[in-house]
């Protein structure tokens, strides 16, 4: 008895941790100061019949936590997100849930943040992308989105267990040809130009879940909750799908750190790197610019063009222009920048003279270039 009081001890012990340990990431940017505040955050977002505690694995392995405390992700707060999918009778449907996620994250201050990235699982993934076409100033902030068997094209368990459950969310996840929510919500995601920017990495599930486990007490035998086809639907091709070695229950669950599904996250978060904001100066000149000795050569609209990486999201945010490499010429005014191209051309106006005729030289030809010192904002990748 001594021994097993001991046991029950230590449990009681692990759990007290564990739920310390889960208000702290539950709280997670909320509680940051905007001094304190990371550039990114990674926020978890569960699955059907799932709460906060979805990602506890074997030996009190936490995921959120051990990203919380991983040096290579030091530049990320984490959020764990939580929603309302009661085991029976849930009532809320996808729309519903999205607005609620929505406020909480709100309410965690996950939006301001410069850069999220979210992990999701299963119905999580389904009320995430949701969420993020209702609020598109919110989702120009996403970077990310990695789905662990989210059933983009449904789940034959949802058209099983909807025949004796009314939970609307099951409609929802159906694999019927005619499932609308799901056919107009991949339309809506890649003609809506804040959701399309948004790289979407998908893991699958490779071994069937038990019944009566989460989903599975929809199951009278062991089943595979969503197939690869469904969980790998329109995500990005430039990073093949993950097989996890798991269930659909147990496939958030990474013991440790060089498990599938948290080496896998790892990989996609640093090939998608935190960008810092940077500012430069690009100078470029146009030479070759001529007058008579009695002449004028004025302009006013000359395009002055700076070369801008699409990638690092480069825009010029201010100009200054100078006449130089002058030789034989005179300026009445000063060249200006009338105005600046949102893709990196200035326009300047300028105007100068022929320094006039000289007594030993004739008539000299008068040179000049436009120099335009370009302030160009842009991102770089932090290394973690």
Partial sequence: MKGLRGISAVRWLSAWVCALVLGMLATGAAEAGAQNMKPRVIVFVHGLHGDRWSWSGPNNA?????????????????VVAE???????????TQQLSEMLWKQLAQQKVWQHREVVIIAHSLGGIVTEEMLLNHPA????????????????????????????????????????????????EQKWRSTPTAARIHRYCAYETQDTAAGTGMGKYLHAQARVVNYYSATYGCDADTPPQAINADHINIIKPANRW?????????????????????????????????????????DDLPVPIALDPALHEQVVGAEVELSQQEKVHVTDPPVVKKIDPYGVAHVAYS???????????????RAAILVHFKVRGQVPVKE
């Fill in 352 to 366: 100068f003279k022929g320094d006039g005729r000289g007594m030993l030289l004739g008539c000299p030809t008068g």
């Fill in 259 to 299: 498990a599938d599904a948290y080496t896998f996250f790892a990989k996609v978060y640093h090939n998608n790197p935190v960008m810092d904001v940077a500012e430069t100066v690009r100078d470029n000149r146009i030479a070759g610019l001529t007058v008579a000795c009695n002449g004028t050569n004025t302009s």
């Fill in 138 to 185: 919110e989702a120009s902030r996403v970077r990310f989105i990695v789905s662990y068997a989210t059933p983009h094209q449904g789940s034959f368990i949802a058209n099983m267990a909807k025949t004796y459950d009314s939970d609307p969310l099951l409609t929802d996840l159906s694999s019927s040809n005619d499932n609308n929510f799901l056919m107009n919500l």
């Fill in 83 to 93: 929603y309302p999918t009661p085991t029976i009778r849930g009532r809320l449907s």
């Fill in 62 to 78: 936490y995921w959120p936590q051990m990203i919380q405390t991983d040096p290579h992700f030091r530049m990320s707060d984490v």
